[in-house]
C-alpha cells in the first residue's frame, strides 16, 4: 500500500531527472551558446548586459549535471581573482557603460578559457581544440587583411597594404579599422605555435607519407607571419623574434648555437648604437606618442594612476579618458587618443588595481612552470612541441606587450584566454600520465 507521500516524492524525482537531463544538454551545448552570444558581448551595449548571465548559467548546469561547476586548471585562483577585482573595479569606474565592452570581453574571455579546459578532455579533442585554435588565427590574419587601418612605416610593404581592398570597416569600437599594432600583436599567439607543429610535423621520424599534414599549420604559419610582416609592427616583429629564439633554442645543438649567435650579435649592436637611439631609429613615425621620451611619459601617467587607485584601480578601459584629465601629458596632444598605458602590467595595474596586477602575473608565472615540468618530462614529443610552441607565442607576446598592449577584455584577447586553457590542459594530462593519441607518436 502506497503511503500518501509517495505520488509527491515520485513527482519531484521525475523533476530531478528531467532537469539533470536538461542540465547536462546545456553543458554539450555549450560552444553553441557561447558563439551565439559572443557577438552580443563583443559589441556590447547597456540593454545586452543580461546576455553576460549565459555564462554564469551554463556554469550552473555543469554542477547541476556532473556536479562540478567548472573543470579545475592550474590557473583557476588567479583567474578567480581577476574576475573578483573586475567587479571591484565597477566602484571605480567613471563609467560602468564606457568600460562595459572590456567588463564583456572578460567575462566571455573566462568563459572560453573554461569551455575550451571542458572540451579538450582527450588528447584527440585537445588537438581538435588546437586545429581550431589555428583556423581562429587564420581568420583572425584574414580579418586583419580586410580590415587594418594601414600605416606605412617601411615603403616596400606600404605598396603592398595600399593595394588591400578595406572590406571591414565601421565595426563598434574599430570604425576606422583595426589597430595593425593590435593584429600583430594577436597574430604572434597562432603565429609561434603553427611554426613549431609545422616543423614537428614535418621533420619527426617515422613514415614521410605522413609528413603531408606539416601542410596545414605550415599554411597557418606563413599567411599569419605574412600578415604580421604587413602590419609593420616593431614591437610585434621584436616579439617574432623572440619567439623564434626559444623556438631555435629547444630545436638541437646546432640550432642552439645559431639563435645564440644571432642574439649576441643583435646585443652587441644595440648596445654599440645606444639603446635609445635604436628604439627611436625603428619606432619613430613622426609623432611623440612613439618616441622613447613620449611613451616614457604616457608610463610616468600610468604609474600616478596606480598610486591613486591601488587597490580599486581606476576601471576597465578608463585610462583613455582619465588621463588626460587627472594626468594632462605635455609631448602628447589631449585629443589624440591614447588608449592604453602601452605596458601590458601597467595596463593590469591600472584597469584591475594591484591585486589584479598579481593576478595577471600569476598567469605568466604558472605558463612557465607548465612550459618547463612539460619540456622536462618524458611525455611523447607531440606534447612537449605543444608546450613550447604556446610558450613560444606567450614570449612573443610578452615581449610586444612591453611597449604595446592587447589590453584585457579585448575583443582578440579572446585567443589569449584559449591559449592558456591549451596549455593548461596539456600540463595535466601530462602530469596524469595519459598519452594522447592522434598525434603523439614520433
Known sequence: ??????????????????????????????????AMAAPFLLFPRAAWTPVMLVVPLIWLARRIGHGRVIRRTPLDWAVLLMLVMVLVSLYATFDIAFSLPKIAGMVLGVAIYYAVAEYADSGRRLWIAVGMFLVGGLGLSVMGLLGVNWTTKLPVLGLITNRLPRVIKGLPGAEPGFSPNELAGALEWSTLLAWALAAWLAFRPGDGKRRWVALAPGVVALVTTGTLMLTQSRGGLLGLAAGVLLLLLVAGRTWRLIACGAAVAALTATLWIGPARVWDVVTNEGTALTTVN????????ALYGIQDFPFTGMGMNT????????????????????AHAHNHLLQAALDLGIPGLIAYLAM????????????RSVAPLGQRVLAVGIAAGLLAHFVYSNTDVVALGSKPGLFWWWLLALMSVNWQRVQSGIIMTGGEHD
Open 364 to 375: 605568466w608565472l604558472l605558463a612557465v612552470v607548465m612550459t618547463i615540468q612539460v619540456w
Open 319 to 338: 585610462f583613455r579618458r582619465v588621463v588626460s584629465a587627472l594626468y594632462p601629458l605635455f609631448m602628447i596632444s589631449p585629443d589624440q587618443d591614447i
Open 294 to 301: 613620449g611613451r616614457a611619459e604616457i608610463w610616468s601617467r
Open 1 to 34: 500500500m502506497k503511503s500518501k507521500g509517495s505520488p509527491s516524492l515520485d513527482v519531484r524525482a521525475r523533476r530531478g531527472v528531467a532537469l539533470t537531463r536538461l542540465a547536462r544538454l546545456v553543458v554539450k551545448l555549450e560552444p553553441l551558446l557561447l
